[in-house]
């Protein structure tokens, strides 16, 4: 047991199955699955996330129905997965973990593009994201649910997983049925609340009819989805209850949002308090008196989770995202290694990553779904070089650390006398707080490897070279470009300041200014609209203006939707599909907009500010110089082409690898 955390690492027994220590692997979609096949690199996931100090990890949703043919999932009923399964489970198992499958059916509910032909749903109601129609199951069709449920559990039981757990929330299709808004049913299965949850507690008789009392059932149900005729806090309590007087369900935990406008809330980040449906989740397990309590939802850090233990909140402490990020967390955690984890930023990436069909990614973890996460260090080269590094941001310090544990003599260069890069600007931002957790953990690292920094100045190529470098990587960031719609006799002005610009002017400003700060959003990223959210702290009204028709258009849907719910509660105009012209009416606070698809201009008046987030152009006044002195350049982030934090981590550490 741990002296710093010995709540978290203590046993636990659930359903006659011990559990080492308190730590969970929430479910969190891979996309590791190849055809509906088991591969080695989902087992290969998991097992890290068990040797690194998880004890119980649930898997992403299986396929377990006859209908159910999702290629991304793993197909439980074919039988050429039956030995992969039980490698699957015994690579967990061998580190004295446990498995634990997902029981879900999305139902009408689809956050991807496009409508589901093959939705079933409890009522032919539309889906309010997709306005997807489902076909409504007869009551035949519901009841046979729970058997084919509780035959595939059994087939994963036989296979050596200790237990499933139910997806009841977020919308999906046990949700459809518990809430009055999508379930207008009139047989055994619609009507009132004990008829909307007939289908769960059926499932769960039937789990324990079939796979007997050492078999772990869990239950995530819907605490709060924000939808009217939702579910609400009372009828979570209701649901609760119910399950709880059924006597099945071994641990209980709770999910927020639905298919809908709250998609976000069950994917929370740090523009709101972090643990934030921790006390909602302790009233609602009053109504469960004696069952084991998961607690969920934006716990980072092994001192919430013994706190939370400690305050009675919960019994088990369910990790998602941070286990994504850092594999070996609990294992860290247990041997007072905190400061080495590599914690979670809460951006997002990953859903959006796996949402957009690519695999589970990570800004902070490059290496995610690699064979070996856990305490990962690189193997030492037999060739050292000189390598001189050009900026202290994300890429730059990836590649910085990684190359220097490798046994290479590394110096970086940064302009800034702090690392980070503008990413330090933007932990500096609403809700970008979590972000100082990626340089902060590179330079701890660079520091024990004993890379020398430079910080400051600006290097000039003459810098670079006096170290003698056998190889220059350039990571020196990129700069916003000059917006097209404005002349160039106003580049000295300090009305159209960049937004990087406006956004390092107004860190720490509290008071507020009359008249209209317009920012023109020419770049779609949260960096523009965390700092549209400090423009409207200092500014009485803010006007964001975009060429296209919305705002947030690369950020993922959990996001967006939060960025519009923040934005329209700041009192945020928007103004999609326009473009500023400059004329002589600025002089006078007068901006005309004009609308790309040809309709009328519109005129904003008392504009005492116009920003502008535009593409970036890449930083490379050095590289002339440095090719010319035939010296070998590699060009990484944002210096190869303006992208994301998620590019910069991962060129760098693939280029920390191969020099």
Not at 98 to 113: F, K
Not at 237 to 246: D, F, K, P
């Amino acid at each position: 047991m741990s002296e710093a955390y010995p709540r978290l690492f203590s046993p636990l027994e659930l359903a006659g199955v011990r559990l080492r220590n308190r730590i969970v692997h929430a479910s969190m979609s891979t996309r590791y699955v190849a055809g509906g096949a088991v591969t080695d690199r989902l087992i290969s996931y998991f097992a890290n996330r068990a040797r690194g100090g998880a004890a119980m990890l649930v898997t992403e949703p299986l396929n377990l129905l006859p209908r159910q043919r999702n290629p991304q999932k793993v197909s439980v009923l074919d039988p050429a997965n039956a030995p992969r399964l039980q490698r699957w489970a015994a690579a967990v198992r061998a580190h004295d973990s446990h498995l634990i499958a997902q029981i879900q059916d999305p139902g009408r509910g689809r956050h991807q593009p496009g409508r589901s032909h093959e939705a079933i749903g409890a009522s032919p109601l539309p889906d309010d994201l997709s306005w997807t129609v489902p076909y409504a199951l007869s009551t035949e069709e519901v009841a046979a649910l729970s058997v084919d449920f509780a035959r595939a559990a059994r087939i994963l039981q036989d296979a050596g997983f200790s237990g499933v757990e139910i997806s009841a929330g977020h919308g999906h299709l046990f949700h459809q049925f518990l809430a009055a808004r999508s379930n207008v049913r009139e047989d055994c299965y619609g009507g009132d609340l004990a008829a909307r949850a007939r289908l769960l507690l059926e499932l769960l008789a039937e789990l324990r009819r079939v796979c007997g009392k050492e078999f772990i059932i869990g239950v995530k149900l819907p605490g709060e989805d924000g939808m009217p005729e939702g579910i609400d806090l009372e009828t979570a309590a209701q649901i609760t209850a119910r399950v709880h007087a059924s006597g099945t369900a071994d641990y209980l935990t709770w999910c927020w949002g639905a298919h809908s406008s709250t998609l976000d809330w069950h994917l929370p980040d740090l523009h709101g308090p972090r643990e934030p449906y921790v006390a909602k989740i302790a009233a609602l397990a009053q109504h469960a008196p004696g069952t084991v309590i998961g607690a969920l939802g934006l716990i980072t850090d092994p001192n919430q989770g013994e706190r939370l233990l400690r305050e009675g909140a919960a019994d088990l402490i369910m990790l998602g995202r941070p286990l994504v990020t850092d594999a070996a967390w609990g294992v860290k955690a247990v041997s007072g290694r905190e400061a080495d984890i590599r914690y979670c930023v809460s951006c997002n990436t990953c859903w959006g990553a796996i949402v957009g069909g690519s695999t589970l990614a990570c800004d902070n973890n490059p290496r995610v779904g690699s064979d070996n996460e856990v305490d990962w260090q690189p193997e030492r080269t037999t060739t050292p070089k000189k390598i001189a590094i050009v900026g202290a941001g994300p890429a730059g310090m990836e590649a910085a650390w990684i190359a220097a544990a490798r046994g290479h003599e590394v110096t970086v260069f940064g302009a800034s006398t702090d690392v980070g890069g503008k990413t330090r600007l933007h932990a500096a931002l609403p809700g970008g707080e979590s972000l100082s957790s990626v340089y902060d953990y590179q330079r701890l690292r660079a520091d024990k490897v004993g890379v020398r920094f430079v910080l400051g100045a600006r290097a000039r190529a003459a810098d670079v070279l006096e170290v003698s470098p056998d190889a220059v990587v350039l990571a020196s960031g990129s700069t916003p470009a000059w917006p097209a719609w404005l002349p160039d006799e106003y580049r000295d002005a300090e009305w159209f300041p960049d937004v990087r610009t406006v956004a390092a002017r107004l860190l720490g400003r509290r008071t507020r200014e009359e008249g209209v700060a317009v920012l023109v959003d020419e770049d779609h990223t949260a960096f523009t609209y965390a700092t549209a959210e400090l423009l409207a702290r200092c500014f009485s009204s803010v006007v964001l203006v975009s060429p296209r028709e919305g705002v947030a258009a690369e950020e993922p849907l959990v996001n967006r939707q939060g960025i519009q719910r923040r934005l329209a509660a700041l009192g945020v105009q928007l103004q999609p599909w326009s473009q500023p012209i400059i004329d002589e009416g600025i002089a006078e606070g007068r901006l005309r907009l004009r609308d790309v698809l040809g309709r009328a201009e519109r005129v904003i008046e008392g504009v005492v500010l116009v920003s502008h987030a535009t593409a970036r152009v890449p930083d490379l006044d050095l590289l002339p110089t440095l090719r010319a002195a035939g010296v070998a350049v590699h060009r990484i982030g944002d210096s190869k082409a303006p992208r994301s934090l998620l590019m910069a981590t991962s060129e760098g550490y693939q280029l920390g690898l191969q020099l």
